[in-house]
């Protein structure tokens, strides 16, 4: 079986898991484990965002929370003065992408090495964080939307169908829209990475320098891509507003930034499912670590196993050690093994039948 065959093959498995999860779980699981799926859904569109950029672009970006945060209150804010939420939802994804767009511009075209790049963004992140966090005060209000520093923004109203503020997107409308989201974010970067502009940011990617004396602009390439990420990323934060309605300044914090980058590492860099299952997994686990801690035992170990960030840092840890590729590309790699070691001893089965006929 050729490459081609293979992606072609992949893109119906992920086409037929996403249409069977969309019509399934609504209907097989309770409203709270919906609930919690959808929350995994959102997430994955925003490790979808890093892994256009860092995957595919080259460009580790430690800022993706700041799109996401963005997003967010883009949408909280918006949808306190406007009262209907089409133009808030644009809103939430235009502004990340121009922000996106101008502290790129000002990276790429001042060719910031790579590591400073990944400070400036972090650095970024910090600022809105306690920008944000430091807006307590009843003065701290656009329009009618108080920002409410560390408290956040509690009763976000969900979103409508389009121009009809009386109909509001219910939590399961919400897994929907959701999961529709993530399909179509999915299948959207696959065209744009299959198209000419997408081999041109991977061949980017693998040699800067070869790609400048073909005549083609890295900067503009490398900017394009950021701003598409950041503007996935806004999407994404959109989404998280709705689903709790609140929003509130640690979705700026340095747990998020570092949780989106270990969603990558650990699922696969250079592959769009293998941040999504990087993600769904450590949101799993995270869920599951926090509801199942043990009762009995040491205090040491209870402390331990209450403790996600230390235990996603031993996985972390772990995968970059043992698995440096990831997830999914070391098993693609596994496959392609047993597929080939399959296909030769069939081979050597084959040969002296062939051999006794001659």
């Not at 209870?302 to 440096?324: D, E, H, R, S, T």
């Not at 040969?351 to 001659?358: D, L, T, V, W």
């Amino acid at each position: 079986m050729n490459g081609r065959a293979l992606n072609l093959l992949g893109l119906g498995l992920v086409a037929v898991i996403g249409i069977a999860f969309l019509v399934l779980i609504p209907r097989l699981f309770e409203l709270d484990v919906v609930l919690e799926l959808t929350v995994y859904m959102i997430m994955a569109i925003l490790a979808l965002s890093l892994a256009l950029i860092w995957g595919y672009g080259g460009i580790l970006c430690f800022g993706q929370s700041a799109f996401f945060g963005l997003g967010a209150y883009t949408y909280a804010i918006a949808v306190f003065n406007i009262g209907e939420s089409t133009i808030p939802l644009l809103l939430a994804i235009v502004l990340p992408a121009a922000f996106a767009a101008l502290l790129g511009y000002f990276m790429f075209y001042g060719r910031i090495s790579d590591v400073y790049l990944g400070v400036i963004t972090l650095t970024v992140t910090l600022i809105l964080f306690n920008s944000v966090n430091s807006t307590a005060g009843p003065e701290f209000r656009i329009g009618s939307a108080r920002l409410g520093g560390f408290n956040g923004i509690p009763g976000i109203p969900p979103l409508n169908f389009p121009g009809n503020k009386a109909s509001p997107i219910d939590l399961e409308g919400m897994f929907y829209l959701a999961t529709i989201s993530l399909l179509a974010t999915y299948f959207g970067l696959r065209l744009l990475l299959a198209s000419r502009f997408g081999r041109i940011i991977v061949g980017i990617r693998e040699n800067e320098r070869r790609a400048e004396l073909l005549g083609y602009d890295p900067r503009a390439y490398k900017l394009a891509t950021f701003t598409i990420g950041g503007a996935l990323a806004g999407f994404a934060g959109c989404l998280f507003a709705n689903w709790g309605n609140f929003v509130s300044p640690t979705i700026f914090g340095l747990a998020q930034s570092a949780q989106i980058i270990i969603w990558v590492i650990v699922g696969g860099r250079g592959t769009l499912i293998g941040p999504i299952v990087g993600c769904i997994g450590i949101q799993w686990l995270t869920t599951a670590l926090g509801a199942n801690q043990p009762s009995g035992g040491p205090d040491w170990w209870a402390k331990i196993f209450a403790n996600a960030p230390l235990i996603l840092g031993i996985i972390l840890i772990a995968f970059v050690l043992l698995v440096p590729k990831g997830l999914v590309p070391t098993l693609g790699d596994l496959g392609q093994w047993l597929l080939s070691s399959r296909g030769k001893r069939a081979k050597t089965r084959l040969e002296p039948k062939r051999a006794e006929e001659g």
